[in-house]
């Protein structure tokens, strides 16, 4: 029986470069297309770790063959190796150092990694709608602030927003057809909507990733957002929380968003009064709410609910 490996993956877009945690093993490199990885994870023992770093859409593809092969496969957040490489002490950076060092990684730390879960064509492309739209709301707010007060442009910098919107709104109704088209979904973003200040963009991209990754308690969705307080203390020192800010950015600005909007409603109006009236500063407040958002629509994707007002405590 052979002896399952470690291995590392550093992913570029024509090749990757495999590394494996055990002596004597060499590093070499592959080119990064379905006939040369199919070949090359045949040949490895059954159920081998292989980890890589997330790459945009470069990883994926073999990511999702070796998950088809039945090895573990880990996608590892690029900021997490690169502490992992300054904690254990090296001082180079190449394809090669880097596909050892992620199998040094993957054999010390795979038992606190998240294996890879494969997500489908539909939660992909829903995936990819949300971060262009993400770039491109970005780009008007930054244009929109730089173009401010400059004479005699006011009309070409509104027309170029309206564009802009028109694009933004296109890849809206991408979404939209793309969540009629996965199974159970319509039903579940109905749901999510009933929650006071989640409007269309925002349940969808709270379904991309509750319908992709399995997540066992809403704790672990608030941490997956970043939305979880992270403690600074040591001895008598009681430091200030906050925000471990991982996992997608851009969901969490909309979230943050839908609490604003919560805010105003007479639902959230209360509690989010009750916070200030406690002393929180505004933003500390909207993220208690935003938090509350986010665990409410794990629970009403997990157990099939709707949206309760009465169940809303203020803790």
């Known amino acids: 029986m052979q002896k399952l490996l470690n291995i590392g993956v550093d992913v570029a877009k024509d090749a990757v470069v495999v590394g494996c945690d055990a002596q004597g093993s060499a590093v070499r490199s592959i080119p990064n297309q379905r006939t040369a990885l199919v070949a090359w994870l045949a040949s490895l023992p059954n159920g081998s770790r292989i ?77 990819r709608l949300l971060r262009r739209r993400a770039q491109l709301v970005r780009l008007k707010g930054a244009l929109k602030q730089s173009m401010r007060g400059m004479p005699g442009l006011a009309r070409d910098t509104r027309a170029l927003v309206e564009r802009m919107d028109a694009l933004i709104a296109k890849l809206e109704q991408g979404m939209d057809a793309l969540i009629a088209s996965m199974p159970g979904t319509q039903e579940d973003r109905r749901k999510l909507e009933s929650i006071n200040g989640v409007g269309a963009v925002v ?83 909207l993220v208690i709410i935003a938090r509350k958002i986010a665990r409410i629509a794990w629970s009403i994707h997990r157990y099939h609910t709707s949206f309760d007002p009465l169940r809303l405590r203020i803790t």
């Open 51 to 127: 980890g890589m770093e997330a790459t945009g859409c470069y990883h994926e593809l073999l990511a999702d063959l070796a998950h088809e092969h039945g090895h573990t496969v880990f996608v590892l957040n690029p900021k997490d190796t690169r502490h992992y490489a300054q904690a254990v002490g090296l001082r180079a950076k190449t394809d090669r150092v880097d596909a050892l060092l992620i199998a040094r990684l993957v054999a010390h730390e795979h038992a606190c990694l998240h294996p890879y879960c494969p997500a489908t064509h539909e939660q992909r492309q829903l995936g």
């Open 203 to 285: 349940s969808a991209a709270l379904i991309e990733p509750l319908t992709r990754v399995p997540f066992r308690s809403s704790d672990a969705f608030v941490a997956f957002v970043g939305l979880d307080p992270r403690p600074r203390d040591s001895g008598r020192k009681a430091g200030k929380r906050r925000l471990s800010k991982r996992g997608p950015a851009e969901l969490r600005r909309l979230l943050f968003n839908a609490a604003m909007a919560a805010t105003r409603t007479a639902v959230w109006k209360p509690i989010y009064e009750h916070y200030r009236a406690h002393g929180l500063p505004t933003t500390a407040a």
